[in-house]
């Protein structure tokens, strides 16, 4: 079975600091992976998605993730956070052979805290 | 972008009362939608995938008869949660995905807002 792993519940950067988030991930075809992000008492708004291709994608706010087949990895990086960007954030998969009933499975969420 | 608005974004109600979330999209027709249930500080548990003009898919543990959907549009998926009892309090999170046209990249799963249900 799929699965998604955050294996940090809390992290806590500097005000412009640079910024990692890892993801990990179990399933044995090629996954399309997702970041999305949820400010509290909100819904989820995606932040950059893997499909295929050139395996550093660049999503918006800054914020860019690499795909690393050989280490089942999807980090989540920034260069420089900003206060805004305190938030939860997780890391989702979901099945090659993408359609329109396909489920995506989150993980447990990773909750930044920005130190002023 | 496109825009999945739920409502109510939340509704306090008696236990034994039931409550019905509506989710819907606005500017694209979406044949699936997800519902997903969010306890504090954890993360989304999809508990059923709504499917326009037929019966919803239920995860393993949800309970059907407490946990109603109907998607009778293409554009409206509904949650009723029957008899609520307070341990039914939650954060609902519907979600739909976009075939494509509407400028996004085709497939992209937009959420709503949320709706935060808690029962006295």
């Known amino acids: 079975a799929q699965s998604v792993t955050q294996p940090d519940i809390h992290i806590t950067v500097s005000e412009g600091a640079s910024l990692e988030l890892r993801c990990n991930y179990s399933y044995g075809a090629t996954p399309y992976l997702f970041w999305y992000v949820q400010s509290p008492g909100q819904g989820l708004q995606l932040l950059l998605k893997?499909?295929?291709?050139?395996?550093l994608v660049q999503g918006i706010k800054g914020f860019e993730a690499e795909f690393k087949r050989s280490q089942s990895s999807f980090n989540l990086r920034k260069p420089s956070v900003h206060w805004s960007d305190a938030a939860e954030y997780f890391c989702a998969v979901t099945y090659t052979g993408y359609s329109s009933a396909s489920k995506i499975i989150f993980g447990s969420g990773t909750r930044l805290s920005i130190r002023p | 972008g496109a825009v999945v608005s739920q409502h109510p974004s939340w509704v306090i109600c008696k236990s034994g009362t039931s409550v019905k979330i509506e989710c819907r999209s606005l500017?694209?027709?979406?044949?699936?939608m997800f519902w997903y249930r969010q306890f504090p500080k954890q993360s989304l548990m999809l508990m059923a995938t709504s499917n326009e003009g037929s019966k919803a898919t239920y995860e393993q543990g949800v309970e059907k008869d407490k946990f109603l959907i109907n998607h009778a549009s293409l554009t409206l998926s509904t949650l009723t949660v029957t008899s609520a009892h307070p341990e039914d309090s939650s954060f609902y999170i519907c979600?739909?995905?976009?075939?494509?046209?509407?400028?996004?990249?085709?497939?992209?799963?937009?959420f709503g807002e949320g709706s935060r249900l808690t029962v006295l």
């Open positions: 500017d694209f027709q979406a044949t699936t």
């Open positions: 893997y499909f295929s291709g050139d395996t």
């Open positions: 979600s739909a995905r976009d075939p494509g046209g509407s400028g996004s990249y085709p497939g992209e799963l937009f």
